[in-house]
């Protein structure tokens, strides 16, 4: 074995060998895999090979769509077939729920570039007859593009493409240890000898949390065990196929909780497990004695989806079982994989947590293997990263969601929506009180975070629907009491970072677009990619000369931190430390916010004593120690108050005795889009710059470098991008939500980034990403909601307060 490499992959499975792939693709043939046994002895070789395209994000979406892409061209190039095979996949709406998201998805497919079309129930059967006609099928969708593969002969196929261009594949070699280097390389000790590299790659399935240990992680996925069964032959597939027709597409029913495709003429048959028949496999470490095996086959797990399938699709049950596979592979808490930097180390990366290697081996491949060599992925990769989950995620709570996910994988998905499983978890101080008031939560960085709020605790049932619910009225009267009032919203799980030093301030400098503030004031500024992509956005309140305070959002915490402490100068002329935990927020906004606030607090809150945008410290109630900035994210005059945390329940009982009425993350939402404010991993993306995200104000590009300039100056030379713009749309019964395709004259031209609806204005508002010769105010566009054209308004600046005098006041 060669004793260096630019890169080195450990794990020869689909995943393994589409990176190997990847990187020869954009250049790489310094590069080699290291497999304990053979190619494809993983999970690859009992995958069921399923290409899937079916997803609500505009990314991931793409991301799906490349994986199959990347397989036509392996096959292409090989010259022989992969058994890649795109026979479409129909799926079958057999309740209201279901069809209200097939109908919502339509638009975000179409703006995705993603091929499919939604189907009667007449043509559901045209198009599947072997499915039993009911009554009760309000519907179908067709995705033309979907299909399946070979696991093990794409694997070996783009492991030989990689090989003939220069890459090398070791097996039977098991990677043993990692140790950083003090030059910056990665050593591996495997039993066939050792080998340095400049960057690692983990991509080893369902040995990753054990494997991942080695270097002091604890990853958030678990593998599962999953099985499907092939039928014996059926006559009439035997006799389409002699009469030259194609197959029939994937069929999925969530009637009986499977798919169901075709298999060299019988019929594969693949449920998905309920949360409570769902086995785990391999929690702490995979038994020694497993290899390319198989588990024992467990008919008693999958019953149920059984007997409902035959019932559905007769011939299912006119034919012999001919073989089960049953076998494991992983799973992560929101089924996405663990795709990017590894945090807290250098060059290291991950492809781990996959639920479904062969779904999405190529696209990670792809792109890991740009973000490696060329700095950035070429597609914002947040819904994948790694760093997305805290510190919070265990190995019980990883192990409970996972079960919870995977349990319903089959029923409808409404963004939104909240699982209770391994909650509540973390929680501050002012839980109790805000439950009593009838609290409905959600979850951001694994803390509680209030929702809406229902009458009473009896009554604070979460609901989830693409139609109104009753929490309609209730979020109305929070927006409406805190517009023309006041009202608090604990955010407690905000991230909060100190950074100080004699070099702090010329660091921040360098790495922020926006100009760092005046000491006693605060700015909002963004961290920004080399491609001018927005990294982060902070609020960056300046203590002292060389001393400052940044917030961010509950889901940064573990990013940012990394983002920031591996670009720290190695001198030690800057610290930074994490004071998340030690902090708490509630935000309190409204016009008769001041008069409240004022008699809590020795502070002079007056205008011109504490103007807009600036910050000081002193005391609130008894809280010592306390952070008053004046700002508000729903757009009204407001103070966010930082404190200790264990301040945390006196000053929200300090609120509620004030007769101040607490609001949630729903109301919130609506007030910051009647404001057109823009929100992170939405307007604020990585594959976004300031200027198309319209927030050019927060940049500075005169007598400073900053990272990301050079991508801005060569933007603004240019002139051509699209631009965000703010849209008044008509409100029927759905609104408008995220990723829906944006048109104009009959074409697509943009699409939604985030919306809703306005519960003051009572209009649904979006954002949407289209050219610039279509910004200005008035011009009409049409978004595709709920399958229906609705035709919009580009608004000047904002529906709410446009000139922001509120804030002010």
Not at 647 to 667: C, E, M, Q, T
Request: glycine share 8%.
């Amino acid at each position: 074995m060669q004793s260096h490499a630019k890169v080195v992959v450990v794990g020869g499975g689909c995943v393994g060998a589409s990176i190997l792939y990847g990187l020869t693709e954009h250049g790489c043939t310094d590069a080699v895999m290291l497999e304990r046994t053979q190619l494809t002895a993983g999970s690859t070789w009992h995958a069921a090979g399923l290409l899937v395209t079916f997803v609500r994000s505009h990314n991931v979406s793409k991301m799906t769509l490349e994986t199959i892409r990347i397989y036509t061209e392996v096959e292409k190039k090989l010259g022989m077939s992969v058994g890649l095979k795109k026979v479409g996949q129909l799926r079958v709406a057999n309740t209201p729920e279901r069809w209200d998201e097939f109908q919502s998805y339509l638009s975000v497919a179409e703006a995705a570039g993603v091929p499919c079309k939604l189907l009667t129930p007449e043509e559901v059967a045209e198009v599947h007859p072997l499915l039993n006609q009911s009554d009760s099928i309000q519907g179908g969708i067709l995705h033309t593009e979907d299909g399946y593969v070979n696991p093990a002969d794409i694997t070996q196929a783009m492991a030989k493409l990689a090989r003939d261009a220069g890459a090398k594949v070791y097996q039977n070699t098991e990677a043993q240890s990692y140790e950083k280097l003090e030059n910056g390389l990665w050593k591996v000790v495997t039993n066939q000898g050792e080998i340095t590299c400049e960057h690692l790659i983990f991509a080893t399935g369902n040995y990753a949390r054990e494997n991942a240990r080695r270097v002091g992680m604890d990853l958030p996925c678990i593998p599962i065990v999953h099985q499907y069964w092939t039928t014996e032959t059926v006559p009439h597939l035997i006799d389409r196929k002699q009469q030259g027709l194609p197959e029939y597409p994937i069929l999925r029913d969530e009637d009986y909780g499977a798919y169901l495709r075709e298999d060299t003429g019988g019929l594969q048959f693949g449920p998905y497990e309920f949360e409570k028949d769902l086995k785990l496999f391999a929690v702490d470490r995979v038994p020694p004695e497993f290899g390319a095996d198989l588990l024992p086959e467990d008919f008693d797990a999958v019953e149920t989806q059984w007997e409902r399938a035959i019932e559905r699709v007769p011939v299912l049950g006119e034919v012999g079982i001919k073989a089960n596979t049953r076998g494991p592979f992983q799973m992560t808490p929101d089924e996405l994989p663990l795709a990017g930097p590894a945090p807290g180390h250098e060059n290291l990366w991950l492809a781990e947590g996959m639920p479904g290697g062969i779904l999405w081996g190529g696209t990670v491949g792809n792109q890991l293997a740009q973000w490696i060599l060329n700095g950035q992925p070429g597609i914002d990769m947040s819904e994948l990263d790694p760093r997305r989950f805290g510190d919070y995620a265990s190995k019980r709570w990883t192990m409970d969601k996972v079960r919870e996910t995977w349990g319903n994988h089959m029923h409808a998905h409404i963004p939104g929506e909240d699982f209770p499983s391994a909650r509540p978890m973390r929680t501050v101080g002012s839980y109790d009180l805000l439950t009593a008031k009838g609290a409905v939560w959600t979850t951001y960085n694994g803390y509680e975070f209030p929702k809406w709020f229902a009458p009473s605790p009896e009554d604070a049932i979460p609901v989830h629907s693409f139609r109104q619910t009753h929490a309609w009225d209730h979020v109305t009267d929070e927006v409406k009491t805190t517009r023309e009032q006041a009202g608090f919203i604990e955010m407690s799980p905000m991230t909060k970072f100190m950074v100080r030093g004699p070099g702090a301030a010329a660091w921040l400098d360098g790495l922020m677009a926006n100009k760092l503030p005046k000491v006693g004031r605060m700015t909002l500024s963004l961290m920004l990619n080399d491609r001018g992509g927005m990294d982060a956005e902070y609020t960056i309140v300046r203590d002292a000369e060389d001393t400052f305070y940044l917030v961010s959002t509950p889901n940064g915490q573990v990013y940012n931190w990394d983002e920031l402490t591996k670009r720290l100068p190695k001198d030690g002329s800057v610290v930074i430390e994490d004071v998340s935990e030690q902090y708490g927020v509630v935000a309190l906004a409204g016009p008769q916010s001041r008069d409240i606030l004022q008699p809590l607090t020795d502070n002079d809150l007056s205008n011109e004593a504490f103007p807009w945008l600036t910050a000081q410290i002193g005391e609130v109630g008894y809280a010592k120690g306390v952070r008053l900035l004046r700002v508000s994210y729903t757009g009204e005059l407001g103070w966010e108050i930082h404190h200790p945390v264990n301040y945390n329940r006196h000053i929200v009982d300090l609120l509620l005795k004030a007769g101040v009425r607490p609001f949630g993350a729903s109301a919130l939402e609506s007030m910051r889009l009647e404001k057109s404010y823009r929100a992170i991993n939405r307007e604020i993306c990585k594959d976004m710059t300031p200027f198309e995200a319209g927030l050019d104000r927060f940049v500075a590009l005169n007598d400073r470098d900053f990272i990301g300039k050079d991508a801005l100056l060569r933007q603004k030379k240019d002139g051509r991008y699209k631009t965000l713009v703010t849209l008044k749309l008509p409100f029927r019964e759905t609104s408008v939500i995220a990723h829906e395709a944006v048109y104009h004259n009959g074409q697509i031209v943009g699409r939604v980034t985030s919306g809703g609806f306005s519960y003051f204005c009572q209009h649904d508002i979006a954002m949407a990403l289209v050219p610039s010769e279509l910004t200005a105010p008035g011009t009409t566009l049409q978004v595709k909601i709920h399958n229906e054209l609705r035709e919009g308004e580009v608004i000047d600046t904002c529906a709410y307060d446009p000139d922001n005098l509120r804030p002010r006041a």
